[in-house]
């Protein structure tokens, strides 16, 4: 199941973004705690969302720090 979800997130990130501009993109972040070297530890997402000319959100691009 993991496999096929790394597909399609690899899908996500490489396609291109020059098919359709955005009326509107902003960036917002997401904190959750997870496992890590034994401990729980924080971890942040970075996503950037913008709307296209028929005012469908869609997300650009997500990046993990």
């Known amino acids: 199941m993991?496999?096929?979800l790394d597909e399609q997130v690899a899908a996500l990130r490489y396609r291109p973004l020059d098919a359709g501009s955005s009326a509107f993109?902003?960036?917002?972040?997401?904190?959750?705690?997870?496992?890590g070297g034994g401990r729980v530890i924080n971890v942040h997402a970075l996503i950037a969302v913008g709307v296209n000319a028929d005012g469908h959100r869609e997300i650009l691009g997500i990046d993990s720090v």
């Open 25 to 35: 993109v902003w960036g917002d972040a997401l904190t959750q705690k997870g496992r």
């Open 2 to 4: 993991a496999r096929h």
